[in-house]
């Protein structure tokens, strides 16, 4: 089994979110950064490291977005469809509806009198 040094570490990380900038880059096209190491040392500096947070952080937060829109996408489409459900029935059966409508409002009505019948 293989131990990494925080440094080799480091620098795996770096390699993985330049890999990542292919694909997205925070800045306008310059991946370039992502896999720039400090010209003094061989050793991923601390803005390096910044900077492979900020892309992969990045492609994390494209696909949450994605994902948002398509959940929001499907829970529009499943209101819809309850919207026309609804409509069709009441259309169908407007007696029925009336009914439901008036029962659950003389519910809503008790249970509100009984609240402030008590104080």
């Known amino acids: 089994m293989q131990f990494k040094t925080p440094e080799s ?11 990542v900038s292919k694909t997205y ?3 306008n096209g310059s991946s370039a950064r992502a896999g720039a190491m400090s010209p003094m040392s061989s ?3 601390a803005s390096d490291a910044l900077v492979a947070f900020e892309t992969q952080f990045g492609a994390q937060v494209t696909a949450a977005r994605q994902s948002i829109k398509e959940m929001s996408r499907d829970l529009a489409d499943r209101a819809r469809q309850s919207a026309t459900a ?4 009441v ?11 008036a029962a ?15 104080r």
Do not use: C, M
């Open 91 to 101: 259309r169908a059966q407007p007696w029925k509806a009336i009914g439901i409508g």
């Open 9 to 19: 570490a480091l620098q795996a990380k770096s390699q993985e979110a330049n890999q």
């Open 104 to 118: 659950i409002g003389a519910g809503i009505g008790v249970v509100l009198g009984a609240l402030f019948a008590r």
């Open 43 to 45: 050793k991923p500096t």
């Open 86 to 89: 609804t409509d069709d029935y």
């Open 25 to 27: 880059s925070p800045h």
